[in-house]
């Protein structure tokens, strides 16, 4: 490839493109954004057609010595003044004999002009030497001139390449770069003659950026982000420097929805991430199974990660008790504040009750927390002579805690007397009753338990396990610090588990980077790459730009945080991140609301009908950062070497 590219290099685009052969009309109209010219069925015959979409090169020829060449695209037919009499001439050959194949033999001038047709063009920008005689291109033109001064011709080949290739630094050529493709004017390819012409990325244009995948479902919006991670793992720790600072080992970490990247399937067979690197990718999943580490959490050691994950998933349940239980601070205290420390351990072995009663193991588990003599001598049973200091088991707390809020409110009681001692502060303190609450499913000491409580832990105690000590999430961030590839497998996962999860992980990810950020540390970029990211992102009309991924589109940048995301629905991805989007990939969409949408952004408008038109898988149109214009492209397979 090294070799194809340096060729490239050499070529002359204003030399090559004056070739006779590659001629296709004249222009009679030309502005700052349309041409239209004049073309010929023979011309567009001799060049292979010219499809909508399709590069033209509009070369000025006024004066000699001068190198300018506007990039066109071509959009649809357009009248020349003559049409008008031409549909006339032909109306009145075809009356001659109507159904016949052949009537009055046409002379050699009314078959000349019946050939002749217009087009119209959009100005894209302009090719040009400067001063060094290097070659430029603008996404604009600074002057215009009269049309017969430009000759429009159709580039092919080397000129093609060279032309879709182009970037501000030139051609590709450097690591990172990679093949993603072909160039692709249409579904058709009847006219498609010569050498395909290939399209590389560099993954310098996804690091740290914004790449948004749109399409419906199978049309290749998975193989395009398989050859962009296969663009990523090249300029990996490949020694290329970005403002004289070499890129250190690049992060990847793919939340997959489906299970397609972390498991092979027949409907894609050989395409699977993990096959294509072995040692530098690390599975993760909700359930067990061979050759996966289990995303789960040990509640009992990870209380407040713990906890934040049964928040999540308790995040639509709108009762006052849960919200409060959802809303409990475990921040730790300060070692040197005894109340504090003393009212923290009975909030924290409060919680552990609940999780023991909703069945979240370590049944064998002792816990400490501070009791009092008052409550140690109350005759009350479950409380009485009982010194949780020294260690009671979750068992015997979940009865000590049932206890305590049976009698809490009792006025002879010892929790009210020891409120009075205190000056009419409660022994437990607003979290620690949320819990009691929970725990015996009472809304009130001594009242009926019909409340749901620790119940609602149940359906997710499956998250849980007695094994692990560090959340996974913080092992997950020091794999991607090492420059690991790491694949969630999310497939298994009802939707609030998947949100919760992708949620969990992507806070963790974005507040480590920005902790990093703030100490000034030099750090290596992330890639974080979200299957079917309208079950996940904020809504187009959700106005909390708080959310975890509208701080990543907005801030990722400056953390090195890259963010790419695959949807059917462009409509449904908040304007936000939308706006913040650097990389385009645009497969086949059916729906006008949505070809509206991405008429908002660039020049996509080109393309709404061939978008809404055809169906090919891996027809896309391309936008990347260091690229000025859209390219269409028909995007190679992805496949696991010698699979």
């Known amino acids: 490839m090294l070799e194809e590219l340096k060729q490239l290099a050499s070529v002359d685009l204003f030399a090559e493109s004056r070739k006779e052969d590659a001629f296709v009309g004249r222009p009679f109209y030309l502005d700052f954004d349309r041409l239209r010219l004049m073309s010929n069925d023979k011309w567009k015959q001799s060049v292979g057609g010219v499809p909508a979409g399709a590069f033209l090169l509009a070369l000025y020829t006024g004066e000699a010595g001068i190198d300018e060449a506007i990039l066109l695209r071509v959009l649809r037919p357009t009248k020349l003044p003559t049409d008008d009499d031409m549909v006339m001439a032909m109306v009145d050959h075809y009356k001659e004999a109507p159904r016949v194949n052949s009537g009055t033999p046409l002379d050699s001038y009314t078959r000349s002009e019946f050939q002749f047709s217009g087009l119209e063009c959009r100005v894209i920008g302009t090719f040009y030497r400067d001063e060094t005689r290097t070659t430029r291109f603008a996404g604009d033109l600074d002057n215009f001139y009269a049309p017969h001064n430009y000759r429009v011709v159709k580039p092919r080949g080397s000129v093609l390449e060279y032309i879709v290739n182009f970037r501000e630094q030139g051609i590709p050529g ?31 244009d996804f690091l740290g950026k914004r790449t948004a995948l749109f399409g419906m479902t199978r049309t290749g919006k998975s193989n395009s982000v398989k050859k962009i991670i296969q663009a990523t793992v090249g300029i990996s720790g490949s020694g290329v420097k970005i403002k004289d600072q070499e890129i250190l080992p690049v992060g990847q970490i793919i939340f997959d929805i489906n299970g397609e990247y972390a498991n092979a399937n027949q409907q894609d067979d050989g395409t699977a991430i993990f096959q294509q690197y072995p040692n530098d990718v690390t599975r993760y999943s909700v359930l067990e199974k061979p050759g996966f580490k289990v995303m789960k959490l040990n509640f009992h050691r990870s209380i407040a990660e713990g906890h934040a994950l049964l928040a999540g ?119 620690t009753q949320t819990l009691m609450r929970f725990l015996t499913r009472k809304a009130k000491p001594g009242g009926n338990a019909n409340e ?85 992102f904020p809504r187009k009309d959700d106005k909390d730009l708080t959310q975890i ?56 408008e080109d393309f709404t009908e061939s978008l809404r038109r055809t169906t090919d898988k891996g027809f896309i149109r391309l936008k990347t950062d260091s690229n000025t214009f859209i390219v269409p492209i028909q995007v190679d397979p992805f496949k696991v070497a010698g699979v």
């Not at 790491?486 to 806070?507: E, H, K």
């Open 313 to 431: 998933l308790l995040d639509e349940d709108t009762s006052t008790y849960t919200r409060a239980f959802c809303s409990i601070d475990w921040s730790e205290p300060d070692p040197d504040d005894r109340s504090a420390s003393t009212r923290y351990g009975v909030k924290k072995a409060a919680y552990q009750a609940c999780l023991k009663a909703a069945d979240y193991g370590n049944g064998g588990a002792q816990i400490r927390f501070q009791s009092n003599a008052v409550i140690m001598n109350s005759g009350i049973p479950g409380l009485d002579g009982v010194d949780p200091s020294k260690g009671i088991s979750l068992d015997d707390a979940i009865a000590w805690f049932t206890a305590a809020w049976e009698n809490y409110d009792e006025p002879q009681g010892p929790f009210q007397t020891l409120k009075r001692q205190k000056k009419g502060r409660d022994w437990a303190d607003e979290d």
């Open 549 to 604: 991924y509208n701080r990543i589109a907005k801030e990722g940048q400056k953390l090195r945080l890259g963010l790419c995301y695959a949807t059917q629905e462009v409509s449904s991805i908040s304007g936000s991140i939308l706006k913040n989007t650097q990389n385009w990939f645009v497969s086949h969409l059916n729906n006008r609301d949505e070809l509206r949408e991405l008429d908002k952004f660039y020049d996509f």
């Open 452 to 536: 749901a409580g620790f119940r609602k832990l149940l359906k997710h105690k499956m998250l849980h396990t007695d094994t692990i000590s560090n959340p996974f999430d913080t092992e997950i961030v020091n794999l991607l610090r090492s420059g690991k590839i790491v694949i969630l497998d999310l497939s298994q996962g009802n939707p609030d588990i998947q949100r919760t999860y992708s949620d969990r992980v992507s806070r963790k990810i974005f507040s480590e980077a920005m902790d990093r950020f703030i100490k000034n540390e030099q750090t290596n970029f992330i890639q974080m790459y979200f299957e079917e990211a309208h079950n996940l």
């Open 174 to 204: 450097g690591k990172g770069d990679e093949r993603i493709g072909r160039i692709r004017y249409s579904s058709s390819l009847r006219h498609h003659t010569g050498d395909e012409v290939p399209v590389y990325v560099s993954a310098l």
